[in-house]
């Protein structure tokens, strides 16, 4: 078996791992690296050639794979950083792409808006389908992020299973809790790639129902006369949105969703029934119909929550461009901003959450911070998914040195000697 480290092992993004075993390679990922197109200094970054994005570091670099004989993807969820590079390398393979509902749904809008056509075929949670010679399995599990799932390769040299990105969720506000029972059941596996973002995080990673009592919290405010409640998350985070609208609901205010992003998740959501935002709230992705919103909504602030996008200070985002006065909103020292996300840790986004609170300072709003918990699993959750799958390899996943070495770190204290845990960077090949 050889494993390739084509991204994902040297930053936090970018991720794309690959499996061979007798000549024949199953893909998992083919993410974006976000920070690399937010720095691309002439913009429009996403409508350069593959090519381009390779050298800016963008997406992943998979010349590794030429000539190989790729028989399938794998998409394990719908985020980003995991799926974005599919249009722009998966066409080459000419193979079938696997991802649950949700998944599929946010690739169709992918591959639209690159003006792709991408047959992505729907594996459900907590079922399997022949892949040559291969058996690929889906397991339900909780992330960020509705339909995630673990990706298990049954091969002729073992069971590789692909962790990457997970939380052990028992109180999720959206679908099941983890299919612990299957878990059991595949132990003694051959490999295990996992998720390594929250490796120096002591204990465990709290629940969403956690984020929504913060919420709660925060927004069940008596002191919210004549202000405005703005709110800003990850815009795939659906579990998120839905304790923000309740809560909303709580305190009599109508909904406003704002932003592009917003409304491509929240569609893609409704289009498989998985919620239904828009009987509840309104939900704007033109520019023009933002600003027409957003006066009626200074004449009338107090009977608002307003949902945007913005949460890492994108420079073009929509609370950004309020923030910066291009949207005709006037803040309000006693408007309310809350931040429902954690900062991703790199340079840019850093520099960019820094300038967006400076402005916000400079306006007197009222800021709430960190009123969210984690999608990736901390130190203990580490220690439980190894002692679940029983793994003879262990390689540990997105991001680099900083956030690996404390899962090998993790893997000798439980016993395993050093010859079984496989810290990697880009573009490294082992052979198991």
Not at 74 to 84: C, S
Request: charged fraction near 25%.
């Amino acid at each position: 078996m050889k494993v390739y480290a084509i991204g994902g092992y040297s930053e936090v993004g970018k991720n794309m791992t690959a499996i061979e075993v007798n000549n024949k390679v199953v893909i998992f990922d083919i993410g974006l690296y976000l920070p690399a197109i937010l720095r691309y200094e002439e913009g429009d970054a996403h409508l350069l050639p593959a090519e381009e994005l390779v050298k800016i570091g963008a997406i992943p670099d998979d010349s590794q794979l030429k000539g190989k004989n790729v028989i399938g993807i794998v998409l394990n969820h719908g985020h980003l950083d995991h799926i974005g590079a599919v249009p722009y390398l998966a066409k080459k393979y000419n193979c079938p792409i696997f991802a649950t509902r949700y998944t599929a749904e946010i690739m169709k809008s992918l591959n639209e808006d690159k003006n792709v056509k991408l047959k992505v075929n729907i594996l459900h949670n907590n079922s399997s389908v022949k892949l040559d010679e291969f058996k690929l399995e889906f397991i339900h599990m909780t992330h960020s992020i509705p339909e995630t799932c673990l990706g298990v390769l049954h091969t002729s040299e073992g069971k590789v299973v692909y962790c990457n990105d997970y939380k052990f969720d028992n109180h999720p506000t959206i679908g099941k809790k983890p299919n612990y029972d299957r878990l059991k059941e595949i132990s003694n596996i051959k490999l295990l790639i996992m998720d390594s973002l929250n490796s120096k995080v002591e204990g465990k990673t709290p629940s969403e129902s956690v984020a929504r009592e913060l919420l709660k919290d925060v927004m069940l405010n008596e002191n919210l006369d004549g202000s405005c409640v703005i709110i800003t998350t990850f815009s795939s985070h659906i579990a998120r949105l839905k304790s923000i609208i309740e809560i909303s609901q709580m305190i009599k205010r109508k909904v406003v969703f704002m932003g592009r992003s917003l409304e491509k998740y929240t569609t893609a959501a409704e289009n498989i029934d998985l919620v239904k935002f828009s009987k509840d709230v309104e939900i704007i992705g033109v520019r023009g119909e933002m600003k027409r919103k957003l006066k009626e909504i200074q004449r009338n602030r107090d009977r608002y929550v307003l949902v945007v996008t913005g949460n890492q200070g994108e420079p073009a985002s929509v609370l950004t461009r309020m923030a910066e006065g291009e949207m005709g909103f006037e803040f309000s020292p006693r408007d309310m901003v809350i931040f429902s996300c954690r900062t991703i840790p790199s340079p840019e986004t850093i520099d960019n959450r820094a300038h967006l609170e400076g402005i916000l300072k400079e306006k007197g709003v009222r800021m709430f911070k960190q009123v969210h918990v984690s999608g990736h699993a901390a130190q203990e959750d580490h220690r439980d998914m190894i002692d679940l799958l029983k793994p003879e390899h262990i390689i540990p996943s997105h991001g680099g040195f900083d956030v690996t070495l404390p899962v090998k770190e993790l893997a000798l204290e439980m016993g395993y000697k050093e010859n079984k845990i496989h810290v990697l960077k880009d573009y490294e090949v082992i052979e198991i």
